[in-house]
């Protein structure tokens, strides 16, 4: 039976880098672990944590933090054309996406080097350059807490939206996701390259003909060239979500920024990007001791050693205060805050 250790560091699994304790610690590699590790739950504070990269902690957590790591991967099934692969949730999700390419399977590609684990890909429906999780998705499996019976989620169950799932609203807190499923191509491959500056890397690739695998390398060499490395610098990839606005607020912005960068959502609603606003705001780049905002993406918030997770979580209260009075959009933090 595994067993929990008090007092433990979190350092090592919060890609912030943040120095903060667990009241209680274990982790689970299989469904019959996590049923006996939450048999016996108290009113105590539970966290299931995959590779702890959403998260800000701001204080110690009191409370039983449980890490995913249920791993493995299979075909479920399959025909000439299409695949169903399935993924237990504690993998690393760009191990995931690289082992579909080594088998030609396309789909997830273009969510190359995003870190985190798989059982958090539903979650967040984690998205990047013109592909989302809800795009790929099939079902997954989830544990419930409190019965401990296995549940299998349709995508129309996980009520999927930008950056949204049932698991962030209604069932937060209520399911471990234990298992993911995809359905992917063999052959056909639908390629999207023209998001981003996906074809202009090709370009510089020297590829004309791209396949799966060129389009996964060319997405790595971009976030690789913008993005830190966790491992070197404390980080939890894009801070916030791009805000869908009114198409009356796109006006007001264009009267100062006549070239905003927006994105139609629908008839009445455009998508803006969040690192622009805050760039134009001037935060990019800027350091406060051990902390601030990326020199190279301004969506990005970094610890470069020893701040806290509050200094942080105030710089984000900062920015987003600045960004509403400047153009009057409410930015809204795409991590998770404990």
Same mark, same amino acid.
């Given at each position: 039976?595994?067993?929990?250790?008090?007092?433990?560091?979190?350092?090592?699994?919060?890609?912030?880098?943040?120095?903060?304790?667990?009241?209680?610690?274990?982790?689970?590699?299989?469904?019959?672990?996590?049923?006996?590790?939450?048999?016996?739950?108290?009113?105590?504070?539970?966290?299931?944590?995959?590779?702890?990269?959403?998260?800000?902690?701001? %204080? #110690? !957590?009191? $409370? *039983?933090?449980?890490?995913?790591? /249920?791993? +493995?991967?299979?075909?479920?099934?399959?025909?000439?054309? @299409?695949?169903?692969?399935?993924?237990?949730?504690?993998?690393?999700?760009?191990?995931?996406?690289?082992?579909?390419?080594? %088998? #030609? !399977?396309? $789909? *997830?590609?273009?969510?190359?080097? /995003?870190? +985190?684990?798989?059982?958090?890909?539903?979650?967040?429906? @984690?998205?990047?350059?013109?592909?989302?999780?809800?795009?790929?998705?099939?079902?997954?499996?989830?544990?419930?807490?409190?019965?401990?019976?296995?549940?299998?989620?349709?995508?129309?169950?996980?009520?999927?939206?930008?950056?949204?799932?049932?698991?962030?609203?209604?069932?937060?807190?209520?399911?471990?996701?234990?298992?993911?499923?995809?359905?992917?191509?063999?052959?056909?491959?639908?390629?999207?390259?023209?998001?981003?500056?996906?074809?202009?890397?090709?370009?510089?690739?020297?590829?004309?003909?791209?396949?799966?695998?060129?389009?996964?390398?060319?997405?790595?060499?971009?976030?690789?060239?913008?993005?830190?490395?966790?491992?070197?610098?404390?980080?939890?990839?894009?801070?916030?979500?791009?805000?869908?606005?009114?198409?009356?607020?796109?006006?007001?912005?264009?009267?100062?920024?006549?070239?905003?960068?927006?994105?139609?959502?629908?008839?009445?609603?455009?998508?803006?990007?969040?690192?622009?606003?805050?760039?134009?705001?001037?935060?990019?780049?800027?350091?406060?001791?051990?902390?601030?905002?990326?020199?190279?993406?301004?969506?990005?918030?970094?610890?470069?050693?020893?701040?806290?997770?509050?200094?942080?979580?105030?710089?984000?209260?900062?920015?987003?205060?600045?960004?509403?009075?400047?153009?009057?959009?409410?930015?809204?933090?795409?991590?998770?805050?404990?």
């Amino acid at each position: 039976m595994p067993t929990t250790t008090p007092n433990t560091s979190l350092k090592p699994f919060n890609t912030f880098g943040l120095s903060v304790n667990a009241k209680h610690f274990a982790k689970f590699t299989s469904i019959e672990e996590l049923s006996e590790l939450t048999s016996n739950l108290t009113n105590e504070p539970l966290l299931i944590i995959g590779g702890g990269s959403n998260i800000l902690f701001t %204080k #110690d !957590f009191d $409370g *039983l933090v449980l890490r995913n790591e /249920i791993k +493995g991967f299979q075909i479920l099934e399959e025909n000439e054309e @299409i695949v169903i692969v399935e993924s237990g949730a504690g993998e690393v999700w760009h191990d995931f996406v690289m082992w579909t390419l080594s %088998k #030609d !399977f396309g $789909g *997830l590609e273009n969510l190359s080097l /995003i870190p +985190g684990s798989v059982g958090a890909s539903p979650m967040q429906n @984690i998205g990047a350059y013109g592909v989302e999780i809800k795009d790929v998705f099939h079902h997954l499996s989830a544990c419930h807490l409190e019965s401990g019976e296995i549940h299998q989620f349709t995508s129309e169950e996980c009520a999927f939206g930008y950056r949204e799932s049932v698991f962030k609203r209604d069932l937060k807190g209520k399911y471990v996701i234990v298992s993911v499923a995809f359905k992917l191509t063999k052959k056909n491959h639908v390629l999207k390259t023209s998001y981003g500056a996906i074809q202009q890397e090709l370009e510089q690739m020297g590829i004309l003909e791209p396949t799966i695998q060129d389009i996964s390398a060319a997405v790595i060499r971009i976030r690789q060239s913008k993005l830190p490395d966790p491992k070197e610098i404390g980080n939890a990839g894009s801070f916030f979500k791009n805000p869908v606005v009114s198409k009356n607020v796109l006006e007001n912005i264009k009267v100062n920024f006549p070239n905003v960068p927006n994105y139609p959502v629908d008839e009445n609603h455009v998508k803006l990007a969040a690192g622009w606003l805050i760039e134009q705001a001037g935060w990019k780049g800027k350091t406060f001791d051990t902390y601030g905002v990326h020199k190279l993406q301004a969506l990005v918030l970094v610890n470069y050693g020893g701040s806290t997770g509050k200094q942080i979580y105030d710089l984000s209260q900062q920015i987003i205060d600045d960004i509403s009075n400047k153009f009057g959009v409410e930015l809204e933090r795409e991590v998770n805050i404990m």
